[in-house]
Antibody, heavy 116, light 107 residues
Framework: QVQLVQSGAEVKKPGASVKVSCKVSGYTLTKLSMHWVRQAPGIGLEWMGGFDPEDGEEIYAQKFQDRVTMTKDTSTDTVYMELSSLRSEDTAVYYC?????????WGQGTLVTVSS | EIVLTQSPATLSLSPGERATLSCRASQSVSIYLAWYQQKPGQSPRLLIYDASNRATGIPARFSGSGSGTDFTLTISSLEPEDFAVYYCQQRYNWPLTFGGGTKVEIK
């Protein structure tokens, strides 16, 4: 059974960057296609990007193309999502997710608050 | 980008009633549509994948149908734990997209 455990809540100032981690257990990271989805307060789900299961390359939603970087460390089975140039609209819960469908498994979510 | 439109936005029903949720895609997604349930303070949970396949552990009262651009999630008889927000999501092409959600609330 795949389990995803994310890092804790963050508070950042506008213009700063945030890096959220997601540790995978119960399966080998190299065999998983990992994604990041966010949810602003009271709003729906928004896919930010992930790793293409065909070639392992990162694919980002156009909206975040210039500000997001997703990386993975196979030695620790951990994936990271870094979002830069934060603004108040980036206040949201950020989820890592994986699976074949492709979101069979979800992390518990990480609240990122952007406030001056 | 494929836009998914869910209707209605809110569905007010009583326990034991049948719930029918709709998801319409702006272009064909074949059968590559999934449904998720989300309760307050929780992560989403996969219910249905590839339009009509129940995920592991999902009760038989949940069923999905459709192909192309029109899809339906049906809950045959609502249990108290089914009152939640439901999202559809397509994996036909990039970017992956979600619908805006349907809230099923107690009448």
């Amino acid at each position: 059974q795949v389990q995803l455990v994310q890092s804790g809540a963050e508070v950042k100032k506008p213009g700063a960057s945030v890096k959220v981690s997601c540790k995978v257990s119960g399966y080998t990271l190299t065999k998983l296609s990992m994604h990041w989805v966010r949810q602003a307060p009271g709003i729906g789900l928004e896919w930010m990007g992930g790793f293409d299961p065909e070639d392992g390359e990162e694919i980002y939603a156009q909206k975040f193309q210039d500000r997001v970087t997703m990386t993975k460390d196979t030695s620790t089975d951990t994936v990271y999502m870094e979002l830069s140039s934060l603004r108040s609209e980036d206040t949201a819960v950020y989820y890592c997710a994986t699976g074949a469908q492709p979101f069979d498994y979800w992390g518990q979510g990480t609240l990122v608050t952007v406030s001056s | 980008e494929i836009v998914l439109t869910q209707s209605p936005a809110t569905l007010s029903l009583s326990p034991g009633e049948r719930a029918t949720l709709s998801c319409r895609a702006s272009q064909s997604v074949s059968i590559y549509l999934a449904w998720y349930q989300q309760k307050p303070g929780q992560s989403p949970r996969l219910l249905i994948y590839d339009a009509s396949n129940r995920a592991t552990g999902i009760p038989a009262r949940f069923s999905g149908s459709g192909s192309g651009t029109d899809f339906t999630l049906t809950i045959s008889s609502l249990e108290p734990e089914d009152f939640a927000v439901y999202y559809c999501q397509q994996r036909y092409n990039w970017p992956l997209t979600f619908g805006g959600g349907t809230k099923v609330e107690i009448k």
